[in-house]
C-alpha cells in the first residue's frame, strides 16, 4: 500500500496513507526504505477489523480525517540521512561473550550465539567464490540495503556455515532479490516461513541430508544455510521482531530440503528446479514461503490410485485462507508444496506414474465446493470483500474460469488454477510411507529459483576445507 | 590468562536509499480531486465512503474518483497498477491521492 | 557526517577485563522512520553556536548498545554523554544494561512497548528509552511506576508537550504524587519538599526532564528558547501530604480512592514563595505573574502551608471555600490589566478569553476562569512562619493530568 502512496508521490501528486496504530511504525520504516521518510501517514485508532461500524465511524471522523487534511495540505519537514558505519567496518573488539552480548544487544543476531565475523573468517568465505567481494547482489526492501557478496560471507561465518557453503549463499542471496520472489512481503502477520530446496551434486558435496530426518537439525549445511536465511534477512533485509516484521506468531528458520536425487534418477522423476527449467545434474536452489503444513502419516496404498486420495485430502485440509491466492488476490499463485518420501514416489514411478501425472490427478481430485472455497476466503477471512461469488467473477475475467463453470455452490473447484502449481519433491526416510504438505503464502513468497555458481577449481577448493 | 579476541565485522548493508522530495502539498482541498487507492484489505471500502462524506461536508467544491477506476495496489497485477499511475491519476485529473489500507 | 564515517575501534589491544566495560543503551531519541534526533539537533546546534561545548553531538555509534572500556569507563560516558548534548549538565548515572533490566523489572511492563512520540522532534518513546533516561536521572528501581506514569502524561495531547518544549516561557512539568507510595519511596512532602536532599522528588523530577530533552530533542538554545528558563527544569517533584492536608486529598478530588497512588501533572510556571496566607497568595495570583492563565486559560497550582491549611479547617472551611476564596480576591483592576505586557503589546492582535474580558469590563479580572482551575496542594514544613507558593501556568488547552500508579511487585 505504501508502495502506491510513493508512486503517487513519484508522480508529483501528495498522498496520504491510511494507517491502523500498530501498523504505524512498521510503515514508518517501510517509507524509509521507499526513500521517502517523511511519506505522511494518518492514523486510523486501533485496527479496523475488530472496530463495530459506529467505532470505526468516530474514529476516522475524531481523528483520521484531520491527520488526512494534514497531509495533503501542510509540508512535513525535511528528513536527514542516517549515518552508520562503512559496510566493511570493524565494530567491536572483544572476546567470544562480548562479541556475543554485543551483537545480540543491537539486533543483529537470532539469539543463538554465533561465530564472530572476523576479516579472516570471511575471507576463507570469500575463496569459494570467483566474484568480488564488493559484488552487488541487489537491494532490498524494507530497509533498502546493499546485498554484497562480502555480507553474504559476513552473516554466513556468523551463521556457523562452513566456507565452501559460500556458493550456495550467494545464490540464496540472489533469489532473496529477485523481485518476482517478493522479500519485501517477508514481515507480514501471518508470518510464514521460507522454505530452501536444493538440487544438483553439490548435495552430496556439501554432505546435505536428503533422508531420514531431512527437515530435521544436526547436519551442519542444512541447518547453518537454513540459519543464514533468517540472519540475512535481519541484518540486510531488515526485519526486525517488534519493527519491521509482524507476523504474528512467526515461525522460525527451517532447515535446508535437499532431495533425494539417487532415487529421482532411478524412476526417472525430474528433480524440483526442473520446474523452473533446470536439468537433472545442475546445482539450484529454489526459495518458497510457506504457511504451515502437516507431516501426512501411513499412505496406504499399493497403486497411486489408492494412495492418492489421502494426499488430496492432505492439500485440502493444510489449505484454508491461503486460497485468496487462487482467487481474490494474486489469483493463481498458491503453490503448496508436497514431499513424498523415496518409497511413496518409487511406487508411484513403478505403476507407471510420472510427477506430472501426480499433478494431474491431484489437480482433478484435490477439489472442495465453491460454497466452501468462498467461505474461507469472504466469510471467515473478509480477505475478500467485493460481494462477488466466485462465479461472477469468473465471468468478469477476475477470476481463473474453472471457478465459473456454474453457479451450484456445490460445485467441486480446484485448490489451483494449474496442475504444474502443486509443488512436488522427493526426500525424507526412503522406507516409510510419509509425506509432507507445506501450505503456501502465495506470491507473498512465490517459488523462485537460482542456479548455483561454483568458482573455478571447486572441487581442489573443496578438498582442501575442513 | 590469555583470552582471545576478535575484530567482529558489521554484519549489515549499506543503505543506498535516496531521500526522493515528497510531491509539493496543496495549499487548500477546497475545488481538488481526490482519488481514492485500495490494497483491497482492511475495511477500505467502508472507511473511503466516510472519509468522503466528511470531506465534501468541509469542502463541498472537491471532486472524487474510486478506488475502482485504479484497481488493487496489492494484487498480482500491483506492478503494472503503479506503473501506470502517472497516466491514470493525469487522466481523471486527481490532485491528491489518499491511499489505504496499512494495518 | 552524512554517509561512511570510521567507527573507532573499542579496544586497542590492551587486556581489559570484563568489568571495567560499561555496556550502555543510548538515551537518545530515535524516530518511527529510523532517523536519530540528533542529527536534526546537531544542525541546531550548530546554528545556534553551541558545538563549542557540545563537542559530540550526533557522534555516536548508532546502535542500541555501546561499550566503553578502561578503569575510567564511568567518567568517560559521563563526559561522552556530556558532550553528545545528553544530560542537564550534571553526572549521570552511566545507564548499563543490568540497571536497566533492574529498572524494567520493577516497571512492570515490556521494554519495547511503544508510549508515543515525543514533541518536537518525535523520538520514540519506548519502555526502555524511559528506563535509560531514569537510571541516568538517579533513579532508583523503585520510581519507575512512577517515571512511567509522567512519561505517559507528557505523551497526552492535553499536556501539549510540544509547546511546553518550544515556548519562550519557562514552563516546566509539575509532579505530584498523592497516595501513600510517596511515603514507601520517602518522597517528601515537608521542609524542604521543593528542594534537594530526597532521592525520589530529585530524580523522579529529573527523569521526566532527560525524557523531554532526549527523546523530544527539547534543547535550550537549540530547539527550546525559553528566555531564561528556571531551576524548577532540573527536577519539579513533591508529594502531597496526607496528615498535614485537612480535606479531600488529591486522588480523590481527582475521582480516585484514598487507597490509589496518582500522580498529577499541570505545567508549571516558576514557583513564586508566598510567606502568609489566603489573601497573601490572592494578591500574588492576582498580579502579573498569572499572565498566561489570562492568556491560555489553564489549571494553576498553590501550595498552602500546613499551618495555614490547620488555620483555616479550625475555621471551618473547606478546599472549596480556598479555591474560591482565591478566585474571587485574586483579581487585579482593569487599568492595572490593560498596562501589562501581553496586553498592552498584543491587544489587537490577541482575543482574550471571555472571562477575561468579562473581567476587564467589571473591572476585576481574576487570574484563572474558575475556582475548578486552582489545583490546592497542602505541603510543606509545619511553622508558624507559613511558606505557602503559588505556581502559574502557561500554555492551553487546560491540563490536569492524573495518572494511577500501577501496583506492580518490587
Redesign the interface.
Known sequence: ????????????????????D????????T????????????A?PG???TQT?NE??DN??SV??RA??EN?????PA?????????????????????N???Y????SDGLPIV????EK?ERFLAFTDLPAEHEIG?MAP??????VW?VA??GV?AGCRPQYMPVLVALAEAMCDPGYGVEHSGNTPGAETLITINGPIIKELEFNYEQGALRDGFQANTAIGRWWR?YLR??AGFLP?QTDKGTFGNTWRVVLAENEDVLAKIGWPPHAADFGHGRGDNVVTISRFTGGDVIASVFGQKPEDMLPYLADALISQTGWQLIFTVG?????YNPLLVLSPILAETMAKAGWSKDDVRQWLFENARIPARKFEQYIVEYT?????GRSMFELAQLGKANELYGTSQDPDRLVPLVCNPMDIQIAVSGDPGRTNAQVFSHNG?LGFPTARAIRLPNDWQNKLAGAE | MS??????????????????P????????EGKT?AF?W?????????FP??EA??SA?YPDMKFVGHTTFG?????E?GR???D??TT??ENK?????????? | ???????P???E?CRVS?AD?L?VLLPTGQ??????ID??LR?RAEEQGLLDRLTQV?AF?????E?VRGPNAGAEVNETFYRRGWTDGLPIVPPT?NRVDGMLRAGGQPR?Q?LGEAEPLKG?VTVEKVAVNAVMAGCEDAHMPVVLAAAAALLEPEFNLRGVQTTDENVTPLLVLSGRLAKTLQMNSRFGALGPGWRANAAIGRAVRLIMHNLGGGWPAAVAFAGLGQPGRYSLCLAEDDEFNPWESLREELGFTVDDDVLVVQRAESVVNVTGGLDDLASVMASATSAFSRMHGGQVAVIIAPYVAKMLADEGKSKAYVKAYLHEHGQCGAAEFEKSWLPARLASQTKWPRWVRDGVARDSVPAVESPDHITVIVAGGDIPIPQCAYLPTWGFPPCRIAKKIRKTSV
Not at chain 1, 500498530?22 to 520504516?29: I, N, R, S, V
Not at chain 1, 544487544?105 to 543483529?108: A, K, R, Y
Not at chain 2, 490494497?39 to 472507511?47: P, Q
Open positions: 500500500m505504501l508502495r502506491a502512496s510513493a508512486a503517487v508521490e513519484a508522480a508529483g501528486i501528495p498522498s496520504s496513507s491510511l494507517v491502523c500498530g501498523f504505524l511504525g512498521q510503515g514508518a520504516t517509507a524509509v526504505g521507499l526513500g521517502l521518510p517523511n511519506l505522511p501517514m494518518a486510523v485496527h479496523v477489523d461500524d470505526l465511524r476516522l471522523t483520521t480525517l488526512v487534511i495533503l495540505t501542510a509540508a512535513p528528513a536527514v540521512m542516517i549515518p552508520e558505519p562503512g559496510p566493511q567496518d570493524v565494530v567491536m573488539d572483544g572476546s567470544f561473550e562480548e562479541i552480548r554485543f551483537f544487544e543491537n539486533g543483529w564472530p565475523p572476523s576479516r570471511v537491494k530497509d533498502n540495503r546493499q546485498a554484497t555480507n559476513v552473516n556468523m540472519l541484518n540486510v517488534h488476490m494474486a489469483d493463481g499463485s473478509n480477505f475478500y470483500s467485493g506470491i | 583470552e582471545d579476541t576478535y575484530a567482529a565485522l558489521w554484519p549489515r548493508g549499506e543503505k543506498t536509499v535516496e531521500i526522493a515528497l510531491a509539493p502539498r496543496l495549499d487548500t482541498l481526490v487507492l490494497d483491497y484489505l482492511f475495511r477500505g471500502d467502508e472507511i466516510i472519509l466528511e470531506l468541509a488493487s495496489t496489492h494484487g498480482h500491483e497498477i503503479l506503473a499511475l502517472p491519476l493525469a486527481v490532485d491528491a491521492v489518499i491511499s489505504g489500507m496499512g494495518c | 557526517m552524512i554517509g561512511k564515517t570510521s567507527w575501534v573499542l579496544n589491544r570484563e566495560s555496556w524516530r518511527a522512520s529510523g532517523e536519530w542529527d536534526t544542525a550526533a555509534p548508532r546502535q542500541r548498545v561499550v544494561t519495547h511503544v520514540v
